[in-house]
């Protein structure tokens, strides 16, 4: 059973579409987040969330909006996709323990081409 | 300004070499946490270690191996007796109190050959 688990795995899409990108985690945690890995496999955050209340937003550009209906889900939704949009998207959630921290779990990555 | 540096872009072996990736870090707080992550070709992100900023005992599993050391603000890995599956590219991320992001160094690509 994935811990975490997005769909879908791979998206080719014109620019100027808007997409969807799913997030679902079954570890109980409260913490939900999106990382980007771009063409040079730098890693990097975007959004975090922490009972559906966003948390973090890393200067993101407000054509990417993600949404939390409850706390096992965080999903990405991106308007007028561009070209520099094309990156690997990691979904990832956590839960603070008070005696070792956080440790932040992934989903297998949504590949997103934007042609 | 927190910073995570691996400086080694890529390190190729021979199967059952031993093999060090380097990671150097950079960070006011007193409290932080660090980790390695393994992303093998298929892509996903593996956890495969934390440390938090007070415990500096060093931790083997099998043939990993991490060295913490404050005094020189590292937090070295080695694979012994490498092996083709650990193929793969290896990150290194610190995450201050408290924060709860992750700053990623830009990876360390591993190819072990047989």
């Known amino acids: 059973d994935t811990a975490v688990s997005q769909t879908p795995k791979y998206l080719v899409t014109q620019m100027g579409n808007d997409k969807s990108i799913k997030c679902e985690q079954n570890?109980?945690?409260?913490?939900m987040y999106w990382y980007k890995q771009d063409s040079k496999k730098f890693l990097k955050i975007m959004f975090s969330?922490?009972?559906?209340?966003?948390?973090i937003n890393e200067t993101v550009p407000n054509r990417f909006s993600p949404k939390s209906p409850d706390k096992a889900h965080l999903n990405l939704h991106i308007n007028s996709l561009e070209l520099g949009d094309s990156a690997v998207y990691f979904c990832?959630?956590?839960?603070?323990?008070?005696?070792?921290?956080?440790?932040?779990?992934f989903g297998e990555g949504s590949w997103l081409t934007v042609v | 300004a927190q910073k995570v540096t691996q400086a080694q872009t890529e390190i190729s072996v021979v199967e059952k070499e031993d093999v060090t990736l380097d990671c150097v870090y950079e960070?006011?707080?007193?409290?932080?946490?660090l980790f390695w992550y393994k992303q093998p070709p298929s892509g996903e992100l593996v956890f495969l270690i934390r440390?938090?900023?007070?415990?500096?005992q060093n931790e083997i599993s099998g043939r990993y191996s991490w060295n913490f050391q404050k005094s020189t603000s590292s937090f070295n890995f080695t694979i012994t007796a490498s092996q083709v599956v650990d193929s793969a590219v290896y990150f290194c991320?610190?995450?201050?109190?408290?924060?709860?992001?992750?700053?990623f160094g830009t990876g360390t690509r591993l190819q072990v050959f047989p």
């Open positions: 440390r938090n900023s007070f415990d500096e």
């Open positions: 960070t006011r707080d007193t409290t932080y946490y």
């Open positions: 969330y922490n009972n559906k209340e966003l948390i």
């Open positions: 991320a610190l995450e201050t109190y408290n924060t709860d992001k992750l700053i």
């Open positions: 570890l109980g945690h409260d913490t």
């Open positions: 990832a959630s956590s839960q603070y323990q008070s005696d070792s921290g956080n440790t932040i779990y």
